[in-house]
């Protein structure tokens, strides 16, 4: 198994997918800010190769909120690679998290 | 049974009454007395398919359209386009309403699933709420359901409550009316703990099941700071949506018709002032098994048919061929009329669905058909399965929906046998304009019907019951015989018009010959007087003859003595 850090697809890999990430939050919180530090500290951890973090503030943009059926707060949505996740929470149960992020399987390996 | 009075409350006290907020559902406004509070939550309590969605939607339609108050309808139990494609057949325009910023819809269907990570709020909610009352600066707005915002987040129902009544304080705060529908549990009017939060007004709904037929009912729970009625009422979702149908909430403001229909029964014609019924009124013909009623009413739709005027037959009890060949066999061509598109039959059996969905059923074939005349036959068996009460409330609602259309309504009512003939099981009696009460003769073995008119409203009718006769020939009404013997009918009103038959035809033929037997007699008497007058002639002259040759001999006789008297003269002469 290739590891994650090797984004050049030399081996006969399906073509890997750059994480893109959207977050909804309320404003500048202390429950919003902390989730935002928590989220990027962990990608950043699990994910060297980058990814695309939007942050959507409810009070900001509530069309959005309305378009993307957002409720809870925080949610994040992981966009790419499909199949779209839905997560909601500060992110403090880091394992589910991963494992909704899609990083469970290499974990097994 | 709904009374009259039972929306009137001692307590009322008009003039503090809360200010309140028209829903425009046919019923409710008058059962709430106006609508629902303005500016507070109402609870729509209810299990599922009970209606409660409908019934937000409905509120916020009414205002949007006419009340000029925008609503905004937060929905968790749907996507957007099935629930505009879902009202759609109500009639509402959800893309409409919402391109001209009347209504703005957020509905969502909760079915995804969503990995809880940690702590959470639900902040988003009050968000999108806000943000869609102020984008149409709406005055209503509706949350559709409670139930299913708790189900999605079941993890932490005590989150939810508490967003929830943020919300509902923020709502109050802003002056909004709100319709809150959730379901109901066991013993509660909500689960989740909600109910002591949506006090002011509570709407319970309710779907239920009585001898296999599904009735609707509605009821107001609890209206704080105002009286309501508090009765149970039957309502049915029709094509205009909810209806609720409250007795009370019946206008007499449906326009008069002088016209004047015939029967189809000339002998009925009669009996109803020379002219038949009026024009838009309602007719009951109501009896015991056997006496005619379907009959009655297919006498009433093939008239209006001759008048090339459409009529709807409404059976619960025979499917249409059948009426069609009854009919035939006492020569109403019923199939002539339906092929000629004047006439259709909607044949059901009462059963196959809930009352308020029959009746949903007839106003929508009222409004496709356009007809004059409606035949309901029997109205009687739709009561079955369902309560009385709920069958005439129904029934006047439906009776004044065809009034108020000049439609002319004739409907036959089974009275069960043993019952008061002079007494509807249904109620309805008060409201017909006209009732026909077909009943049977028993008398000298034979069982005859009879049709009298029990009362007929602004016309002069006749008193008399009068034999109804059913024959190949037709349908026709005949008085009954009065004689000295009293009233008679059937072979015994034959016999005894035959017996006076008789005696006239006897009477006329009898004194022609009588006249002919005077004359005979007399040319039989001029023959005997002739033949007497010959014998006397003949006697006569004989006896003349005879006086002759007597006084002739006499005279001899009177010449001997005279000689003899000569001789002896001593004896002296004597007389004879």
């Not at chain 2, 009385?388 to 439906?398: E, N, Y």
């Amino acid at each position: 198994m290739s590891s994650p850090t090797r984004v050049h697809a030399r081996e006969e890999e399906p073509t890997p997918v750059r994480l893109q990430l959207t977050l909804f939050v309320s404003g500048a919180s202390p429950t919003s800010t902390r989730a935002v530090r928590r989220l990027r500290d962990l990608c950043d951890r699990h994910f060297p190769s980058g990814y695309d973090l939007e942050i959507v503030d409810i009070y900001q943009q509530p069309e959005v909120v309305v378009s993307r059926g957002v409720l809870a707060v925080p949610t994040l949505f992981k966009e790419l690679p499909l199949p779209v996740r839905v997560l909601i929470g500060d992110f403090t149960d880091e394992p589910r998290v991963l494992a909704a992020l899609g990083l469970s399987t290499s974990k097994d390996s | 049974m709904v009374t009259s009075n039972d929306v009137h409350d001692p307590g009322d006290r008009s003039g503090l009454e809360l200010p309140k907020s028209p829903t425009g559902i046919t019923g409710f406004d008058e059962v709430s007395k106006g609508g629902l509070p303005t500016g507070r939550p109402t609870l729509v309590s209810g299990p599922p398919g009970a209606g409660k969605s409908l019934f937000a939607l409905q509120f916020l339609v009414y205002g949007a359209t006419r009340c000029a108050e925008p609503g905004v309808f937060l929905s968790f139990e749907g996507s957007r386009d099935k629930l505009a494609s879902d009202v759609r057949g109500l009639g509402i325009d959800l893309d409409a309403l919402e391109q001209e910023g009347r209504l703005l819809v957020d509905a969502q269907s909760m079915a995804r699933e969503a990995v809880a990570t940690g702590e959470f709020n639900l902040e988003a909610l009050m968000v999108r709420m806000a943000f869609a009352v102020d984008k149409i600066g709406a005055k209503r707005v509706a949350i559709d359901s409670l139930e299913s915002l708790f189900a999605a987040f079941s993890s932490r129902p005590a989150l939810v409550r508490s967003e929830l009544l943020r919300l509902f304080s923020w709502l109050e705060d802003r002056g909004l009316t709100a319709v809150i529908t959730g379901e109901r549990a066991e013993d509660t009017l909500i689960r989740h703990g909600m109910e002591e939060f949506l006090s002011d007004c509570v709407v319970l709904l309710d779907h239920r099941v009585v001898e296999e037929v599904a009735t609707r009912r509605l009821r107001i729970l609890k209206y704080r700071g105002s009286t309501h009625g508090r009765n149970e009422y039957p309502f049915l979702i029709g094509p205009d949506g909810l209806e609720v149908l409250p007795i009370t909430s019946l206008g007499l403001y449906q326009r008069v018709n002088s016209e004047r229909l015939s029967t189809g029964i000339a002998g009925l014609d009669e009996m109803l002032g020379g002219l038949g019924v009026f024009r838009g009124s309602s007719v009951l013909v109501s009896g015991t098994s056997g006496t005619g009623k379907t009959t009655i009413g297919a006498s009433f739709a093939s008239a209006a048919c001759q008048r090339g005027e459409r009529v709807l037959f409404f059976s619960f009890e025979e499917s249409q061929s059948e009426i069609m060949r009854n009919m035939a066999s006492v020569s109403l061509d019923l199939a002539g009329w339906v092929d000629r598109g004047l006439l259709y039959f909607h044949c059901e059996r009462p059963t196959t669905q809930g009352l308020e969905d029959h009746l949903a059923t007839m106003r929508r074939l009222v409004e496709a058909i356009v007809p004059t005349l409606v035949v309901i036959d029997p109205v009687s068996s739709l009561s079955r399965g369902t309560s009385k009460g709920d069958v005439s409330a129904m029934l006047t609602r439906q009776l004044y929906y065809l009034k108020s259309a000049g439609i002319t309504a004739v409907m036959t009512s089974l009275t069960e046998g043993g019952n008061d003939l002079e007494h509807t099981e249904l109620s309805i009696s008060s409201l017909v304009d006209t009732w026909l009460l077909a009943i049977t003769m028993q008398t000298s073995g034979e069982r005859n019907r009879g049709l009298y008119v029990l009362k007929s409203r602004g016309m002069a009718h006749s008193n008399q019951i009068r034999e109804f006769l059913l024959s190949s020939q037709g349908v026709s009404l005949v008085p009954v015989y009065m004689g000295p013997d009293g009233v008679l009918t059937g072979s015994a009103r034959a016999a005894a018009e035959a017996v006076e038959a008789d005696l006239g035809l006897g009477a006329e033929h009898e004194s022609s010959q009588l006249a002919e037997a005077m004359e005979l007699r007399r040319k039989a008497i001029e023959t005997r007087v002739a033949s007497m007058w010959a014998d006397f002639e003949a006697e006569e002259s004989l006896t003349a003859r005879q006086i002759t040759s007597s006084k002739k001999r006499e005279q001899a006789l009177r010449a001997a003595r005279l000689e003899q008297g000569r001789q002896r003269t001593v004896k002296p002469e004597d007389g004879p």
